[in-house]
């Protein structure tokens, strides 16, 4: 632009129309139809060769690296997964495997399971919130009276809702039966007496209200005070009542694990938004998904149960008629490397691991990515936490460039994320 054409600019609308203008094939921000999201935590470090990213095969005891399993076809054409993994193959056509995962947070378990879930490294100034937390805020819970956003099980350092506040926090449940036990009265508390109970409640928090007038931490208690309230109700309750499912159907889901699942659909129809199911749990192979020695050659049962449980999940929201709807998610904080250590074990890799997402009105079928060919480094489509992240967040209607507020700090959702445009339509 020459210096006439910059004063022409300039009188004919300002500094604006020096802006680039979006060109008619430019393509729409793509936004998804899902209304709730599962997601499966598999706390611990899943390792991508013995389950979603098989190799050739490799040997603990001759220390041969590469996958301690053979592996199967799959519906998606060309993928293949670990054996142990025979009912999720079957119906792999409902999800997208993404096998270019990858961060360079430090070779431990607290930093990247804080940076896969809230998208950014650990800061000293801020604490920023998880997914579910941000969900919580920008879509609230599907039904009045009921939590946005919920974990089942130990959390294994889930991130809660940062400077978004206790609104934005997550029910914590560790009995999928009994439910939100801390919520309901004893047995002995009678109506009346818990009716005496909430009038005299609302008296101290009537005072409250007047001396912390404007004291945003108050206002944030006050809230979920309010919120527990309604949370103790028996309408809330009866999400937990498993025993109202058929039996054969509680049979299919199998082990906790399973159950949690479930309860996870469950709770997504009474209109929780979004429900963390935790399975990093020392029920089956004594150390969860950190598959150091012991843990590797018992792996196998891990991979079984997720199997039994994640293929049933599917099955089940399908018939629902709910999978078109819910976007489920299986993540972990890293890969595990090709190599096995003395031990027979394998060590921690996260410059390259996969997740996989089902339904959510996404354009499954499909693997994202490749790896080499012992899977340590992307080859195509590498795909970083804040493009997952916006990809999550996307799928649920949200703007992962939206900016929220820490004070008058602006945040964006996403750290200069991206969805991955391939998965919608």
Request: with cysteine.
């Amino acid at each position: 632009m020459n210096r006439r054409e910059f004063q022409q600019a300039v009188l004919a609308g300002g500094t604006a129309a020096l802006l680039p203008r979006a060109t008619a094939s430019a393509a729409p921000a793509p936004r998804g139809r899902a209304e709730a999201c599962i997601f499966l935590w598999l706390g611990g470090g899943m390792c991508h060769l013995d389950t979603f990213d098989p190799k050739r095969r490799g040997d603990p005891l001759l220390r041969k690296a590469g996958s301690a399993y053979a592996a199967i076809d799959t519906a998606i054409d060309g993928a293949q997964v670990c054996e142990h993994l025979p009912r999720t193959a079957a119906i792999l056509d409902r999800g997208v495997i993404l096998r270019t995962m990858h961060h360079g947070m430090p070779d431990e378990h607290a930093r990247p399971t804080n940076l896969v879930k809230t998208g950014r490294p650990t800061s000293g100034t801020i604490v920023y919130p998880s997914l579910g937390s941000i969900v919580s805020h920008e879509r609230g819970s599907a039904v009045v009276g009921v939590p946005p956003y919920v974990v089942i099980g130990y959390p294994n350092v889930t991130r809660g809702p940062g400077f978004l506040g206790a609104r934005c926090g997550y029910l914590y449940l560790t009995d999928t039966e009994a439910g939100p036990t801390g919520l309901r009265p004893p047995d002995e508390v009678g109506v009346a007496r818990q009716a005496r109970r909430r009038a005299l409640l609302g008296t101290l928090r009537d005072r409250q209200r007047t001396h912390f007038a404007g004291d945003s931490a108050w206002v944030d208690y006050d809230a979920a005070i309010e919120q527990s309230l309604r949370l103790g109700g028996p309408d809330f309750g009866r999400a937990f009542e498993l025993r109202r499912e058929p039996a054969a159907l509680r049979n299919r889901y199998g082990d906790e694990f399973g159950q949690r699942c479930l309860l996870a659909r469950r709770l997504v129809q009474a209109g929780v938004r979004w429900v963390e199911v935790s399975f990093n749990l020392n029920f089956i192979n004594g150390t969860g998904w950190d598959t150091h020695a012991h843990g590797q050659r018992e792996q196998h049962r891990l991979i079984a149960s997720l199997d039994v449980g994640l293929s049933t999940l599917i099955a089940d929201l399908e018939r629902q008629k709910l999978l078109d709807s819910t976007l489920v998610v299986v993540a972990t904080e890293f890969g595990r490397p090709a190599e096995f250590d003395g031990q027979g074990g394998r060590g921690h890799q996260a410059s390259a691991f996969s997740t996989v997402l089902f339904g959510g009105g996404l354009r499954t079928g499909q693997v994202v990515g490749s790896t080499d060919a012992l899977g340590k480094m992307p080859l195509s489509s590498p795909i970083s936490i804040p493009d997952w992240h916006a990809t999550i967040h996307t799928a649920l209607g949200i703007d992962p460039a939206k900016e929220l507020y820490a004070g008058d700090r602006p945040v964006p959702i996403t750290d200069h994320g991206s969805p991955l445009a391939m998965l919608f339509d």
